[in-house]
């Protein structure tokens, strides 16, 4: 019973540690958690879609939109607290650790790829040791 004990804390501990980590990253890294910069994104990937198949884009409905969303949420992203943010990437630590990876957040850079991996390796070896 002392193992999973222990187990049990050294898993509290690396979530806690890579939760961290993720906070001190910039939300660019991940998608999910800047819903502004998402939305932006996937407008700009609809476009290019339009373009490849031929269709007409329309730049400016993308831009008034995005204006609009941008106004909308402003309010939101300035008055998000470091305690919220912190909030978003300890949910996603724990979610990582759990190996369940539900796909509302998730890496998109290089680095945070490599670290959310070493996060659910480290949880494997804990498992399955």
Known sequence: MKGYRGKLIYLLIT???FSIIYTSMNPVNFYGINK?????????????????FG??????????????????????????????KYLDCLYFSIITSCLLG???????????KILVSLQAFITLSLILY
Not at 41 to 47: C, G, R, T, V
Not at 102 to 112: A, E, M, R
């Open 15 to 17: 979530i806690f540690i």
């Open 55 to 84: 269709m007409e884009t329309n730049q400016e409905r993308v831009e008034r939109d995005v204006k609009k969303i941008v106004k909308d949420e402003d309010e939101k992203i300035k008055k998000q607290s470091i305690f919220q």
């Open 102 to 112: 539900y796909g509302d957040i998730y890496p998109i850079t290089n680095v945070s």
């Open 36 to 52: 502004i910069q998402d939305k932006i994104k996937d407008e700009l990937i609809e476009d290019k879609v339009r373009e490849g």
